[in-house]
């Protein structure tokens, strides 16, 4: 059985193959705007609480644009609806980079950027979900997810580093005019798709028109599909209980020492731990009990935060800070390779528990979870760090997720049960 990532995806299937490139080389631009915005805030506002808006500020569109944008995508083509958000994201990278050469100072600005960017995200991300299924096999399903993956830990290791030393190079406009510029990477892969309309529902009728009604019969059907439930609630807990990177900004500014090119070190850290358990992936589609094994990679998700914690606390004063750091970089990569083994089985149970014609909602509330959740745990963990301090932050709120996955452990185990060979939705 191999053991290294399979790259039968891309070696069999053009279409997919120039998706995949497209939208690789995108989200490098992508993952550094994140980071060269959370420097701008804070570089205005010297708040970390102000970063954290930065999260309330992409929750809001994630949630309305996710659940409709999934309403969209099982109505109309999906290539065409993954071109129109694909190009506002574009426009919106442009209006990042304008705003950085004309000097702004408003940090209004960069909060209406973040929403615009992030509604284009939660509908081309969905349209993206969906059309996987449909130009792949479903045997290879798991092997793509893995890839996919891959390709995001790639790009929020190279994409964080790339801001950090263009924003001390360059400033926030050489960062932001680099963003621009690979973002019409993605569109060059959807506009090489075919059209993919979508198929008819169960019973042979054309799918339900967008609107609230759509996006019920969606959740209705997430309702009767408790382990396909479970994933989403799992990965809540770890989002919103520990999420690290609103903490960056104050850890390279004010604990460890070292600036945008800490931020970018620590946020690296983790897509390279991921990139790691990607590469050696190839047994993953081999796991028969793939509830367990998310819950797993949780638990070991929410104990690298805690340790991450434990490294701020101990820099300067247990540690030197440079040795406090390099314990703070494991705990990160520790973190990465938890999550990204836990996305790929999340992904793969909501891609085969799903037909078609629901595909697009259910994977707009997905976006909804792995997108919008980062966020409100940004927010929460950005005023948390007012009152208990950045470091006491993550180690409260990495073992509060351990815990929180035990106890759902305990009230769902039929999830921890679920066998990939027989599974039960």
Known sequence: MPLLLDLTPLRENAPYRRLYVGFTLSNVGSQLAVVAI????????????????????????????????????????????????????????????????????????????????????????????????????????????????????????????????????????????????????????????????????????????????????????????????????????????????????????????????????LSAAAAVGGILAMFFSGQLGHVRRQGLAILVSIVGWGFAIAGFGAAMLAAGGALSRGAALWVGLVAMAVAGASDSVSAVFRTTILQSATPDHLRGRLQGVFIVVVAGGPRLGEMAGGFLSHGIGEARTAVVGGLACVLAIVVLARLQPGFVRYDAHHPTP
Not at 85 to 94: D, E, K, N, P, Y
Not at 186 to 196: D, I, M, N, Q, V
Not at 229 to 237: E, L, P, Y
């Open 38 to 265: 959370g420097l701008q805030v804070y570089d205005i506002t010297r708040s970390t609480a102000a970063v954290g808006i930065v999260g309330l500020c992409a929750l809001v569109p994630l949630v309305f644009m996710g659940l409709y944008g999934g309403a969209l995508v099982d109505h109309f083509d999906r290539r065409r609806v993954g071109l129109i958000a694909q190009a506002i994201a574009f426009v919106s990278s442009i209006l990042c980079a304008l705003q950085a050469w004309l000097g702004n100072t408003h940090v209004w600005v960069l909060y209406a950027l973040v929403a615009l960017w992030n509604g284009a995200f939660a509908v081309s991300s969905p349209a993206r979900s969906s059309i996987y299924p449909r130009i792949l096999q479903r045997d290879l399903l798991p092997a793509a997810n893995a890839l996919s993956v891959f390709a995001m830990n790639a790009s929020m290791t190279v994409g964080p580093l790339m801001a950090g030393v263009l924003v001390d190079w360059g400033g926030f406009k050489a960062a932001y005019t680099t963003d621009a510029i690979i973002t019409t990477a993605a569109l060059w892969g959807l506009a090489k798709l075919p059209s993919l309309p979508p198929e008819p529902g169960e019973e042979g009728a054309a799918p339900t028109r967008p609107g609230l009604k759509s996006v019920l019969d969606g959740f209705a059907f997430l309702a009767t599909r408790p382990n396909v439930r479970m994933t989403f609630v799992a990965d809540i807990c770890a989002m919103l209980l520990a999420q690290p990177r609103v903490l960056f900004p104050a850890a390279g500014a004010v604990i460890f020492g070292g600036g945008a090119k800490t931020v970018g070190a």
